[in-house]
């Protein structure tokens, strides 16, 4: 296992188009996050799951924005209606939890999708 | 709510020499972690450096260290013996409460000078 995957690294669409991106964890890691970056800004936190459970989403997600982790394997965050707003990095990250504290340590963050809404 | 401050937007500094990157936060949490993630350009997120705040020892990782003030909150990484690799954007970040989610400052350019 090499790390975080995100699938794609870059993608370009239309405004109003929907787009979808996916996120391959550490096999091991039972926690999977997505969070948002955009230009000269840290990352913001979008939502985060527990093996399948979806358990926080951020009140900056809005209803156009959904996230999945079927299997509690990999994950994907789907944008219906994109605005160019949504012009981004998103990120992904995993975290292995054996229980706190050590839940606190060892995020794995994947390269990002860029995503450009023109 | 936490939040993490990062006033400085960027920074310089020869290579070989030391700098230091200044992060303030806040919570009202007792038991909370800090940490440093560097973002090379067009590259992935890394963790450069962690501190549990129960911990009153400062945290070094080789050439990385933080001053750790939990009165002032204030949690600053010192690079010493600045290499051109180092050149990066570094964020500061902190997490508590059992879902672990990560809150980040807006982030430092630094740049390594030959």
């Known amino acids: 296992d090499t790390g975080v995957s995100q699938n794609p690294r870059h993608k370009i669409t239309k405004r109003g188009q929907n787009v979808t991106f996916r996120c391959d964890p550490i096999?091991?890691?039972?926690?999977l996050y997505w969070y948002r970056q955009t230009l000269g800004q840290g990352p913001e936190f979008l939502t985060y799951?527990?093996?399948?459970?979806?358990?926080?989403k951020s009140r900056l997600l809005s209803d156009r924005f959904s996230a999945e982790r079927p299997k509690g394997s990999f994950s994907t965050l789907e944008i219906q209606r994109t605005e160019q707003g949504d012009s981004a990095m998103y990120l992904c990250?995993?975290?292995?939890?054996?229980?706190?504290?050590?839940?606190?340590?060892?995020?794995?963050f994947g390269s990002g999708t860029r995503l450009t809404v023109v | 709510a936490q939040t993490v401050t990062q006033s400085q937007p960027e920074m310089s500094v020869q290579e070989a020499e030391t700098v230091t990157l200044s992060c303030t936060y806040d919570?009202?949490?007792?038991?909370?972690?800090l940490f440093w993630y560097k973002q090379p350009p067009s590259r992935q997120m890394i963790l450069v450096i962690r501190?549990?705040?129960?911990?009153?020892q400062n945290a070094t990782e080789n050439r990385f260290s933080v001053n750790f003030q939990k009165a002032a909150k204030s949690f600053s990484l010192k690079i010493s013996d600045s290499q051109l690799g180092d050149t990066a954007m570094y964020f500061c970040?902190?997490?508590?409460?059992?879902?672990?989610?990560?809150?980040f400052g807006k982030g430092i350019t630094l740049s390594v000078r030959p």
């Open positions: 799951f527990q093996n399948e459970a979806q358990l926080e």
């Open positions: 970040a902190s997490t508590t409460g059992a879902n672990s989610k990560l809150t």
């Open positions: 096999s091991e890691h039972n926690r």
């Open positions: 990250a995993s975290l292995g939890v054996e229980g706190l504290p050590e839940a606190n340590y060892g995020y794995t």
């Open positions: 919570t009202s949490e007792n038991n909370y972690y």
């Open positions: 501190q549990e705040a129960y911990k009153q």
